[in-house]
């Protein structure tokens, strides 16, 4: 375990806003965690669990401890009937498990390629893409509770996991997912009906490692590499609304795009809502709204966490007055700028 006191947050988060947290403290073994219970210095302190920092925006210091997961592991184990069950430690980069399985051959992560973030993360926020989302690709995961140390199997079910969540995200602070394992079919079949994917493919056999660089060269087209430009992917989650919305929503814009989920709600795009207030490229100083994907919030170099914030909302109450639809910020707002976080973080 290592413990740095005031520790800058700069490069644990993906947007590189300046932060600073009380303690952060990087987990390297399992066996540092009842390390870490029993140390009075984070005893009473707020806790966020942080994997890649791919997910969150420090829109001030962090009042408590950060916790850095940075746990290893990758162990095939025994099939499941007609599926293959890979273990992998929640430190892992999530893309490097993507390629490292695609390569050996073994489908079913193909889709989910290049999301920035940790392993442990995956669950977390149900990652999705490209029509397949962490939740087809599951079976359980090994957490510990904070509260009392105790460790816990979570099975697909327990997970409860939904568009963009999951239990887990509704207590941050409590869970610190160990590892995950996941669930590969052996008789794979490649998903392509997201559109533009075939396209990519130019007629080739679909092969998983193929699929992969497909849905990477997607990506690197539409997407900005955090690397080069802070961000963290999708900043708002695509709101789903009920049939009778989208009717009359449809009547005043019958070009606005809709997916009709199972239970006969519609979820629409994010992206299109903001791009259509005319505010895909907008900049607040060097806070901006993504030119090439409205979906997306970059700071374009020297913006804060509070400027982020504040051009977050600015889309927000123009998606709202417009729409009448509340766009969801999908990162965490730490600390507890979202209403629903407010009593969510975790004091022992
Ligand atoms: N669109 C616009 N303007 C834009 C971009 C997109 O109007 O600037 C419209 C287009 O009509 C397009 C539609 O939005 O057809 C959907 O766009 P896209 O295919 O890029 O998908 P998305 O719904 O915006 C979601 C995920 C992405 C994921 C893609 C592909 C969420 C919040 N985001 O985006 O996830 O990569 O689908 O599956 O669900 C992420 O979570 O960080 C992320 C990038």
Redesign the pocket.
């Known amino acids: 375990m290592r413990v740095r006191a005031h520790a800058a947050l700069d490069a644990f988060n993906t947007f590189h806003v300046p932060a600073q947290c009380r303690y952060l403290v990087t987990l390297e073994q399992p066996d540092d965690v009842p390390v870490f219970l029993d140390d009075a210095r984070f005893a009473n302190l707020p806790r966020l669990i942080l994997g890649g920092g791919s997910n969150v925006l420090f829109v001030a210091d962090y009042p408590g401890v950060v916790m850095h997961i940075a746990l290893p592991g990758w162990k095939w184990l025994d099939d499941l009937g007609d599926d293959r069950l890979l273990r992998v430690g929640a430190g892992e980069g999530w893309h490097a498990v993507v390629r490292r399985s695609v390569e050996s051959g073994h489908g079913g992560l193909e889709n989910l390629s290049l999301i920035p973030g940790r392993v442990g993360a995956a669950p977390v926020q149900n990652i999705?893409?490209?029509g397949v989302e962490l939740k087809d690709r599951f079976e359980s995961l090994q957490a510990i509770d904070l509260n009392d140390g105790a460790e816990r199997m979570f099975s697909r079910d327990d997970c409860q996991f939904a568009y963009?969540h999951s239990r887990f995200k509704a207590e941050p602070g409590r869970w610190l997912i160990a590892s995950v394992v996941l669930r590969l079919p052996k008789r794979w079949e490649p998903r392509l009906d997201?559109?533009g994917v075939e396209a990519v493919l130019a007629g080739k056999a679909a092969t998983p490692a193929r699929v992969s660089d497909a849905i990477v060269a997607i990506r690197r087209e539409?997407?900005p590499d955090p690397a080069d430009i802070g961000n963290a992917?999708?900043f708002?989650?695509?709101p789903i609304v009920s049939a009778k919305r989208h009717d009359e929503l449809k009547a005043c814009c019958p070009d606005m795009?809709g997916f009709i989920l199972a239970d006969g709600r519609v979820k629409l795009?994010?992206?299109?809502l903001i791009?259509r207030c005319g505010l895909?490229g907008l900049r607040d100083g060097d806070a901006g709204v993504y030119p090439g994907?409205?979906?997306v919030l970059v700071n374009h170099g020297r913006a804060s966490g509070a400027d982020l914030w504040r051009l977050a909302t600015r889309v927000r109450a123009t998606v709202a007055e417009r729409f009448e639809v509340l766009l969801e910020p999908?990162p965490l707002i730490v600390p507890n700028a979202m209403p629903s976080q407010m009593s969510s973080h975790g004091h022992r």
């Open positions: 999705g893409a490209y963009r997201y559109p539409k997407l992917g999708s708002f989650k695509n795009p795009s994010a992206a299109w791009e895909r994907h409205a979906l999908e």
